[in-house]
């Protein structure tokens, strides 16, 4: 276990650094940078937007049919939505809108698919307003809405697009079932758990799924160097997805090549009580926590708003560092380091053109499928004093998201 260290003051240098970050009230996706133009060397499309183009056009003088399929609710899926909606925007497909009556409410995707449904302007496309298709982590409901959404692909009805959005939605649709261009979003790895052939080709001419095939690799890495741990505890379900959205593959690829152990303990994770998803998470913690020096904390339905602080108290009484998988959101909430991300917003200018590149003309098949974004540290301070973790210099100023409390529901 990580030996206890007396959280050293940090000099006023650093502390000048540190005010040089972006602090928890400026997050990296603040919903403001719509408003300002990309930088001139973001290549959102990475450089296919040349053959085929993203300019609005009509489908033979009618407006494109798009719906919507997950398994289930996930903060993520809203974030990705929201940022593909705001890509589509900045390319003249919908009309702009700051969202305001959409976000200060619950943030959900059928509140925003119902805005896009009723209220959003386009003359070039049309969200089906009965086309949102949710099982809300149930297996029943998943089979019923599996075999109505590919039935009404292959009838006659005429739907242009499908967004389908993380790991169920892409194993439901991407399958020679139909031939509807299908979008597959906010997936742990699309490769791995078999929703695509490679990084490179995803198998079907009407599918693509956006890839960042080094994503967790690069977040194991870094949390190593940092750490220098021997045993790495991983909760998650032993299942094709809960091994899908924990990476354990990789996980277990880069403790090999670099030398440390992985303990695991399972959970329950894609079920429709949250309730026990969140207490079988709750008692691996506890049983982790005696037993490693540090813990991964993976995408799962059992870490959540709810779970969190009882997670983040039995890491931090037992002085165990804490990586997020997820992101800077759970670093707030009190998990000592993720990988921060500038926003949804660059990968919501891929997505949003790789719907226009398609509706111009390209197959799904064709276009590129990776892409990376640039990684950067998120750090809570005050879960590095709880566990006694002296944090060097040169880690704080390469850190972009730095949390100086544990934010509570």
């Not at 593909?84 to 900045?90: N, Q, Y």
């Not at 399958?175 to 078999?194: A, F, Q, R």
């Not at 949250?274 to 799962?300: H, N, P």
């Not at 949804?344 to 997505?351: V, Y």
Request: hydrophobic share 40%; glycine share 6%.
């Amino acid at each position: 276990m990580l030996k206890k260290m007396q959280c050293k003051i940090l000099s006023a240098a650093v502390l000048c650094m540190l005010s040089a970050s972006v602090w928890a009230n400026e997050a990296l996706d603040n919903d403001n940078v719509w408003d300002n133009e990309a930088p001139a060397n973001v290549d959102s499309t990475n450089g296919v937007a040349e053959k085929f183009g993203t300019a609005p056009v009509l489908n033979d003088g009618r407006k494109w049919r798009i719906v919507f399929y997950e398994g289930g609710p996930h903060a993520n899926y809203y974030h990705y939505l929201d940022a593909t909606v705001r890509g589509l925007m900045k390319l003249g497909w919908i009309e702009k809108s700051d969202l305001k009556d959409v976000q200060s409410r619950r943030k959900d995707t059928k509140r925003l698919w119902n805005w896009l449904a009723k209220d959003a302007q386009s003359d070039y496309l049309e969200f089906v307003e009965d086309g949102y298709y949710s099982a809300n982590w149930d297996d029943d409901q998943r089979k019923e809405n599996r075999s109505r959404l590919i039935k009404r692909l292959r009838s006659d009805e005429e739907i242009n697009l499908v967004i389908a959005m993380g790991t169920w939605a892409g194993l439901d649709l991407a399958n020679d079932e139909h031939s509807v261009p299908t979008i597959v979003m906010s997936t742990s790895d699309p490769v791995e758990s078999g929703i695509i052939k490679s990084q490179d080709d995803s198998g079907y001419d009407h599918v693509h799924a956006r890839v960042d095939p080094y994503r967790y690799e690069r977040q194991l890495r870094i949390f190593y160097d940092i750490i220098k741990f021997k045993k790495l505890g991983i909760a998650f379900e032993d299942s094709i997805y809960g091994r899908s959205y924990s990476a354990i593959d990789t996980v277990e690829k880069v403790a090999a090549d670099i030398g440390f152990e992985v303990v695991k303990c399972y959970t329950k994770s894609d079920i429709s009580d949250t309730d026990t998803a969140s207490e079988s998470v709750i008692k691996c913690f506890d049983e982790l926590s005696k037993e490693v020096d540090a813990i991964y904390v993976t995408i799962q339905g059992g870490v959540n708003t709810e779970s969190i602080p009882r997670l983040v108290e039995i890491a931090n009484k037992n002085s165990i560092p804490t990586f997020s998988q997820l992101g800077s959101k759970e670093v707030e909430q009190g998990f000592l380091f993720s990988i921060s991300r500038p926003g949804f917003k660059p990968a919501g200018l891929f997505l949003s053109a790789t719907i226009a590149q398609i509706l111009n003309g390209a197959h799904p098949r064709q276009l590129k499928q990776v892409f990376e974004e640039t990684p950067s540290i998120a750090i809570n301070l005050k879960t590095a004093e709880i566990v006694g973790l002296y944090l060097y210099a040169d880690i704080l100023a390469a850190a972009d998201t730095i949390y100086r409390d544990i934010k509570t529901p």
